[in-house]
T-cell receptor
Framework: GESVGLHLPTLSVQEGDNSIINCAYS??????FIWYKQESGKGPQFIID?????DKRQGQRVTVLLNKTVKHLSLQIAATQPGDSAVYFC??????????????FGQGTILTVHP | KAGVTQTPRYLIKTRGQQVTLSCSPI?????VSWYQQTPGQGLQFLFE???????NKGNFPGRFSGRQFSNSRSEMNVSTLELGDSALYLC???????????FGPGTRLTVL
């Protein structure tokens, strides 16, 4: 049958605005979550991570929030810049057994920052 | 410190052929994972190698295989190529299984 491509969510913001990118994860046993940024023609680049025993972690201009009750992650980017334009992926890492260390990625969100 | 390198960066093959992709991890990293990225399926885990042993495998057919050498460099092989194998193949390395993974730029495979 015909394959259906992923329809990636998109977020369009003005330079200087704050951006919030959301992600729902699937495995309640996952113990580690990562946000990656992928620019065109490049591999994913690590942005920030968070362990399941935390609900918030801050980096430089970025904050990750974890809500385990509803299995939801968000990435907040402060003062978004044109260089932040990319596809953003959340990933969850298996906690044990045959899933240990294996990354499962979300579908991605396209962030476009307008000058 | 040099990042993860992948060769070749671009490859064009025809259906039925086979292909071998190479990945050199960051110096000192012993774990190498491979991922397939397509517009239809997104990023999907293929397999992970640590100390020359496959530790984890994703849900891909047996046509996809890999190996790791004693210097931690890894290769993946796809036999009997199909049109649907066209994708960006990404390699990621880490100190060991479960640690932060650093990705290479990928190999863009096109199957005609």
């Amino acid at each position: 049958g015909e394959s259906v491509g992923l329809h990636l969510p998109t977020l369009s913001v003005q330079e200087g605005d704050n951006s919030i990118i959301n992600c729902a994860y699937s495995n309640s046993a996952s113990d580690y979550f990562i946000w990656y940024k992928q620019e065109s023609g490049k591999g994913p680049q690590f942005i920030i991570d968070i362990r399941s025993n935390m609900d918030k972690r801050q980096g430089q201009r970025v904050t990750v929030l974890l809500n385990k009750t509803v299995k939801h992650l968000s990435l907040q980017i402060a003062a978004t810049q044109p260089g932040d334009s990319a596809v953003y992926f959340c990933a969850e890492k298996g906690a044990g057994g045959t899933s240990y260390g294996k990354l499962t990625f979300g579908q991605g969100t396209i962030l476009t920052v307008h000058p | 410190k040099a990042g993860v390198t992948q060769t070749p960066r671009y490859l064009i093959k025809t259906r039925g052929q086979q292909v071998t992709l190479s990945c050199s991890p960051i110096s000192g990293h012993r774990s190498v994972s491979w991922y397939q990225q397509t517009p239809g399926q997104g990023l999907q885990f293929l397999f992970e190698y640590f100390s020359e042993t496959q530790r984890n495998k994703g849900n891909f057919p047996g046509r996809f295989s890999g190996r790791q050498f004693s210097n931690s460099r890894s290769e993946m092989n796809v036999s009997t190529l199909e049109l649907g194998d066209s994708a960006l193949y990404l390699c990621a390395s880490s100190w060991t299984t479960g640690n932060e993974q650093f990705f290479g730029p990928g190999t863009r495979l096109t199957v005609l």
